[in-house]
């Protein structure tokens, strides 16, 4: 059913002006006396929506797929990926898109349902998702946006009285996701696989014209926008490592075109730094470890320059080596990037060629240490000892020396290197403990405030407020923790 529009919708379908090989019609399973227990009205505002008007009971019902709103059309996107390395048709199996919301300024946000039911590629799933993954993105995705790594959104999470099957009955969860866009490596791998070659071509012209129009004008467009895309990878894993944040299930179908991080199944935050750190359950290997998110990075723009090969030149030959040549800026901007944000979080302004070797020697005491990554960071900011006594050892107190005589080469003021890294090192993550007792509380309690109070401490993490402080206590010693693919 279709809702009068007196929310402030303005969606779009462009994504649909695309061949009808990227989608297929899919129509939201109803839920059963929704309950929104999380809404972000700040969001639904930037969005230009009327936040009281979203959370009535019409607006409920569209955030519960029980109605859809006006010039809504509902589908499933088309992707394909290699997960774990092997190769397989996807799709969305229970994530359902409205459409996009043209904001005045013309920009476009995709307002999608996650958990909204079945659709053709749901391979015989239910199509749902339980109320605890759904929270749980919810949480990390905002807390992301918090840190200022580019992210999808999350509007809303609504519960039912609908149960799920997984391992026990559980209550029915839909998120409601905003991105700039779906598109996906895996969108153009399945355009690459079982579209044609005049497939790809649209897919890339529509990526550019939403994503990067300033290259519409270029004369080699194909190969500029595989740059752009690249440079926001850099910059997108970059900011990953320096908060400790591992993804966990880095497939080329959750590596989004526009440089948001998507899809937050086992993700979890490092508190002890390693860089072998995996905390997927099915990630038996360390593929996607936290010292290999770079290279896995690398290995999807990798798959992503191969379907478009064709459009970067006619003669295959050519179109490899500019691949080849173009896939080699990687790691040097992504150790650019990574390097001035480590500069950043030890207070120094300026770049000396002894910086690389300062900031791996105290990375490598900390791991010999298992030192916490960001309570180190914060000891140093404000001069105090870490809780599990790493900077008591007479190895970090020879680094010390030698961190402080580099800042004393640059000569700024305590004052301006403490701003410095009070910008850059968060007070509070969402460390895993925290985000466990929150959705326990929320799932199995029914009670919010845990989760609330996580996220109003999460929303600016460099404020450093007292608050931010009763909540930061590492968990010591730090225990083990799997997370799994639920969302």
Known sequence: MTQTNTIGWNLKNSYQSLPELFYSDAEPTASKNPEIVFF????????????????SENGKDILAGNTVPERAKT???????????????????????????????????????????KTWYSRGGDGLASIGPMLREYVISEAMHGLGIPTTRSLAVVKSDDMVVREQPLKRGILTRVAKSHLRVGTFQYANVWGEESDVQKLADYAIERHYPHLMAESKPYEKFFEAVLEEQAQLISSWQLVGFIHGVMNTDNMSICGETIDYGPCAFMNTFDLSTVFSSIDVQGRYKFGNQP????????????TLLPLFDENQEKAIDKAKNMLEE????????????MRAKLGLFESYKTDYSLVVDLLDAMQAQQADYTDTFLALTFDKETEDTFTTTTEFKKWKQRWQERLGQEGQSWSDVQDNMKQHNPALIPRNHLVEDALQAAVQEEDYQPMQKLMDALENPYAHSSSQEALAQIPVPDTPYQTFCGT
Do not use: C, V
Request: glycine letters at 10%; aromatic letters at 12%.
């Open 330 to 341: 990687f790691f040097p901007r992504f150790n650019e990037l990574w390097l001035d944000g």
């Open 40 to 55: 972000n009205r700040a969001l639904a505002r930037s969005l230009e929506l009327d936040d009281e008007a979203l959370q």
């Open 75 to 117: 589908i499933a996107q088309s992707y394909a990926g290699h997960q774990f390395g092997s190769f397989t048709r996807l799709g969305d199996g229970r994530a359902i898109l409205l459409g996009e919301q043209q904001t005045k300024d013309r920009a476009l946000y995709d307002i999608q349902l996650k958990g909204a039911g």
């Open 295 to 306: 290279a896995i990075a690398h290995w999807n723009l990798t798959r992503f320059a191969e």
